[in-house]
């Protein structure tokens, strides 16, 4: 038993190549829990960062600081009546959350944690991820449709066509970094996203900022269409609360709509991930060939639990500063409680970090390179997730011909010359 | 179980060529004609790429794409000739829209 | 880089997944042709255009499979269903769904799956009985190669066997671009 499980850590290859059906599922099972919780948490986030922004303090009562909050709210949501339209097509708007969310977990598939961390690494994994994605929607076309009334119609109309009009310029911004892969000595590259980050650690710097600034007007682009795939602000014409009385999710109430919000904030995440892969270096901790010393690899294998330990500092500093009212008891002890949690959690990742640099201790030896993956992959994903956060407090909504107007008229020629001028680029630089 | 031979897959192009086909010849609505039309070529792609597999080179998958773009033009243009038609005639059924000329 | 397939867990997994996405593919097919409302067609051409997909996929050919998701489920699905919500086929759901000649259509589809199946049985010592196990070099590059030509070592460029049909199709994308335009416009 402790044989496998070693087995599975310490291996090479994912468990696609290795063919074993049984880690396979273990990996999604552990990525979908992930998902989930990181969808909580990020509701959580948003409604306190938008307050903050907004000089307000958001939801302070449910938890210590709102921390129950998406509990609350899921709970809320599962117990709300489920009301369809009368005239509505039952099983299309049944059907229609679901293929949302099927798009937007699939994604999951091919996105690499670590140099083996990933549930399947395929030959075509860019590819794979382009088409899923724009199965999401379709999603969206039948909710709209399904709900049988007219601002669902419209909303999902108008996003359908904002969605479909920046995969394009997402595309051809995707292509102008694969591009960037074949510039190694062989001149072969590759669309495999493990691959892909390899490449970067090889030519020895992150597609960021690889013939600047090409690739990073490449970044920008695909910034910007990820967040208009998402129907995130500034392009959430068609969701927006003051516009079309919250457009192709009019009709849906209860737990089906907390299922379009998964399906929304798992896109989010899943474009996030796609980002980080393909220009910031995936799961590489910061200069892993210039700081190449086994002391620099100690110190960056540090992060995983000084990260944890600033979090619980954090919340210890909460505790401390909660009013010494009788009516705040439960609410300090709570707080008391998560700090501790995450106290543990840092001491638990330091004990991997200091022990693990051992080679006698196996498991936790593997168990120290996988964390460190995840960890940098996760923290740079959570900063997209913060931008995006950042982006819906700063920036008004643009109307959607202006939207449109951006996506057709203002990204693709810039991602077409981005892409010319980065093939002649490589063709010219040795 | 016996092993998947190209045989398997031929069958299942020719149920599939076999369904769009009944389709495009019983159908009245000109959208599911259109679908069915689309079924075919689907069909044919598979045929083409199980008979790829079989002589081990790239020429049948390489038609395939080929197949695959000529029908996202052919859908395109097909719906537009569709929309064309409703906006005069406000009807969607074959066997309605009969006169050359009126 | 990729080694080869593990063939040993291939055949358990291999007929199972074969029958399932075939099952898929037809009973779908179905589905589209004998729906009365369009929206169900279309959702049942999707899960057979998916299916199909599955089915190149098991025939060693990943970049198809990657361009008939994104080309045939992603993008014509989305104009046929786009298409649907425009033209407003509820009114004609109401209406009677087959023509007048279905008998005929019917019985000439059933001689023609005849003739198919026929052929089948004829020509099935032609097929070789068992697939040869191939090795997962880099499916797309070689495609690649043939769309696009290859540079050689010494500074020539040799073009590939389908580089003109390639420039061909994108003007014929171009040419359909054009034509779906001016056809939907209400004043040219």
């Known amino acids: 038993m402790l044989n496998t ?80 339209p009368s005239e509505a097509d039952k099983m299309v708007f049944w059907v229609a959350p679901l293929i949302g969310l099927l ?27 382009l088409g899923v994605s724009s199965l999401g929607v379709l999603g969206i076309v039948t909710a709209g449709w399904a709900s049988n009334s007219h601002y669902p119609l419209i909303g999902a109309l108008r996003s359908s066509a904002q969605m479909v009009s920046y995969e394009v310029a997402m595309g051809l911004a995707v292509v102008s970094a694969i591009m960037m892969t074949s510039m190694n000595s062989t001149g072969t590259g590759t669309l495999s996203m493990i691959q892909i980050v390899q490449a970067q650690q090889h030519q020895g710097i992150w597609f960021l900022f690889k013939f600047f ?44 709509w907390s299922l379009f919000m998964l399906a929304e904030y798992a896109a989010m995440i899943a474009v996030s991930s796609i980002a980080v892969t393909l220009w910031l270096g995936g799961w590489m901790r910061p200069f892993p060939n210039f700081l190449n010393a086994p002391a620099w690899g100690f110190f960056f294998s540090l992060f995983p639990g000084l990260t944890f330990a600033g979090l619980a ?58 964390i460190d993956y995840v960890f940098w992959f996760v923290l740079k994903v959570a900063v997209f997730m913060y931008m995006f956060i950042w982006y819906r407090a700063t920036w008004p909504r643009y109307r959607f011909d202006q939207l449109m107007r951006v996506g057709w008229k203002v990204l693709l020629p810039i991602s077409l010359g981005v892409l010319i001028l980065t093939a002649i680029v490589g063709v010219l630089v040795p | 179980m016996v092993p998947i031979t190209t045989l398997h897959y ?38 083409l790429v199980a008979f790829s597999r079989m002589w081990g080179n790239l020429h049948g998958q390489i038609f395939a794409i080929f197949i695959v773009v ?7 243009v097909g719906l537009g000739i569709l929309i064309a038609f409703f906006r005069n005639r406000e009807t969607t059924n074959v066997d309605e829209i009969d006169l050359l000329k009126w | 880089m990729n080694p080869t397939i593990n063939m040993a867990a291939a055949p358990v997994a291999t007929p199972v997944f074969f029958y399932g996405l075939a099952a898929a593919a037809i009973i779908s097919g179905l589905l589209v042709i004998t729906r009365r409302n369009a929206v169900h067609s279309a959702l049942a051409l999707i899960v057979t255009l998916l299916s199909v997909a599955g089915l190149y996929l098991m025939l060693y050919a990943p970049f198809v499979a990657g361009v008939q998701i994104i080309v045939y489920a992603g993008g014509i699905m989305v104009l046929f269903l786009f298409v649907i919500m425009l033209v407003n086929i509820e009114r004609a759901s109401k209406e009677r769904q087959f ?90």
């Open chain 3, 99 to 188: 023509n007048r000649m279905w008998p005929v259509g019917l019985a000439a589809s059933c001689a023609l799956l005849a003739l198919f199946l026929g052929a089948f049985a004829k020509g099935k010592a032609l097929l070789p009985d068992r697939m040869i196990p191939i090795a997962e070099g880099s499916n797309t590059q070689e495609i690649a190669t043939q769309l696009y030509g290859e540079v050689l070592g010494n500074g020539q460029y040799r073009l590939g066997q389908y580089t003109f049909a390639f420039e061909i199709a994108s003007l014929l994308l171009l040419v359909a671009i054009l034509g779906a335009v001016i056809m939907t416009k209400k004043k040219i």
């Open chain 1, 213 to 256: 600034p090409l690739g990073f007007i490449a970044f920008v682009i695909f910034a910007i269409a990820m967040v208009a795939e998402t129907n995130r602000a500034p392009f959430d014409m068609a969701e927006a609360e003051s516009e079309l009385t919250a457009g192709f999710h009019t009709e849906y109430s209860g737990l089906r």
């Open chain 1, 313 to 370: 500092a954090i919340a210890f500093i909460g505790t401390a500063r909660m009013p010494s009212d009788s009516f705040f008891k439960i609410q300090r002890a709570g707080l008391a409680i998560f700090a501790l949690l995450l106290a543990f959690l840092a001491l638990v990742l330091f004990v991997v970090a200091i022990v693990g640099r051992n080679p006698d201790h196996r498991l936790l030896a593997s168990f120290r390179e996988g």
């Open chain 2, 70 to 76: 000529d029908a996202a033009a052919e859908a395109a």
């Open chain 2, 10 to 47: 031929l069958v299942v192009a020719a149920a599939l060529f076999v369904l769009g086909t009944i389709g495009v010849l019983t159908r009245r609505n000109v959208v599911i004609v259109l679908m069915s039309i689309e079924l075919i070529l689907n069909a044919v792609n598979l045929n």
């Open chain 1, 103 to 129: 798009a937007a977990f699939t994604v999951y598939t091919v996105i690499p944690f670590g140099p083996s961390q990933a549930v399947s690494d395929m030959n075509i994994g860019i590819l794979f991820m």
């Open chain 1, 5 to 84: 499980m070693m087995s599975y850590l310490g291996s090479t290859v994912t468990p696609g190549e290795a063919g074993n059906q049984f880690w396979a599922l273990i990996y999604v099972l552990i990525i979908f829990a992930g998902v989930s919780v990181a969808v909580m948490a990020m509701n959580w986030l948003e409604r306190k960062a938008l307050a903050h922004f907004q000089i307000r303090l958001g939801p302070m009562r449910v938890g210590p600081h709102g921390l129950l909050q998406p509990f609350a709210d899921a709970l809320k949501l599962m117990l709300k009546e489920d009301i369809i």
